[in-house]
């Protein structure tokens, strides 16, 4: 088959991941493009949206017969950005991942498999990133090794959505204690959007790693 990987984030957490995937994608004997762009999907069998942070504009979504994204809520729960962060901040340990197929409505189409990430409380974002990354491998090789034996379902329930995150949202508060926003400490990225907080009018980062 030919099979198309898009990440369009070229500093993405996830590309090395992606790797992995198409690596072996390509020893099964597929042909796998691995691209950053909409502009470069392959016409083919297969494309998987990992970790993409625009909207496919529904004429490459024509290129294949399925298009396929990985998402970490039960949806129709849980619909937009950042899932996985915001269900750790609402103190969940069990985060389910679902595969869907790709629709011109956001988070909208016909679900094929499910997993779960199970934490313990303890983790930071390196490692509930690497947790979610080794699922996600796992759903999208599940789903090419069953295809075409594959049969999604309509979403059920009633949904919700999740903001995008900003930086502000790193923000801590001085008058709580670290155990009551521990969880936030747990998501933030050390780089990209540290934990901060303000006091006498001045801005303090605080950045956090597991010890030995």
């Known amino acids: 088959m030919v099979i198309t990987l898009l990440t369009d984030n070229p500093n993405s957490w996830i590309i090395p991941y992606v790797?992995?995937?198409k690596d072996e994608l390509n020893s099964m004997g597929h042909t796998v493009y691995f691209v950053d762009s909409c502009e470069h999907i392959k016409e083919g069998e297969l494309a998987f949206f990992l970790g993409c942070e625009k909207i496919?504009?529904?004429?490459?979504?024509?290129l294949n017969k399925h298009n396929l994204v990985v998402h970490e809520s039960r949806l129709p729960e849980g619909k937009g950005w950042s899932p996985l962060t915001w269900q750790v901040l609402e103190g969940k340990n069990e985060i389910p991942i679902t595969l869907f197929e790709a629709a011109e409505k956001v988070d909208s189409g016909d679900i094929?498999?499910?997993?779960?990430?199970?934490?313990?409380?303890?983790?930071?974002?390196?490692?509930?990133?690497?947790?979610?990354?080794?699922?996600?491998?796992?759903?999208v090789l599940e789903f090419v090794n069953k295809y075409p034996n594959v049969k999604g379902r309509k979403q059920e329930g009633q949904e919700s959505f999740y903001r995008r995150r900003t930086q502000?949202?790193?923000?801590?508060?001085?008058?709580?204690?670290?155990?009551?926003?521990?969880?936030?400490?747990?998501?933030?990225?050390n780089e990209r959007y540290p934990a901060f907080f303000i006091k006498n009018g001045k801005k303090y980062?605080?950045?956090?790693?597991?010890?030995d």
Do not use: A, C
Not at 205 to 211: A, L, Q, S, T, V
């Open 56 to 62: 496919i504009p529904n004429s490459y979504l024509k």
């Open 112 to 139: 094929y498999f499910q997993d779960t990430i199970k934490l313990d409380g303890t983790e930071l974002l390196p490692k509930i990133k690497d947790m979610q990354g080794k699922v996600t491998k796992k759903l």
């Open 205 to 211: 980062i605080i950045k956090i790693y597991e010890g």
């Open 19 to 21: 790797k992995e995937i």
């Open 168 to 189: 502000k949202d790193s923000e801590l508060d001085i008058k709580k204690s670290i155990e009551e926003q521990f969880n936030l400490l747990r998501v933030v990225d």
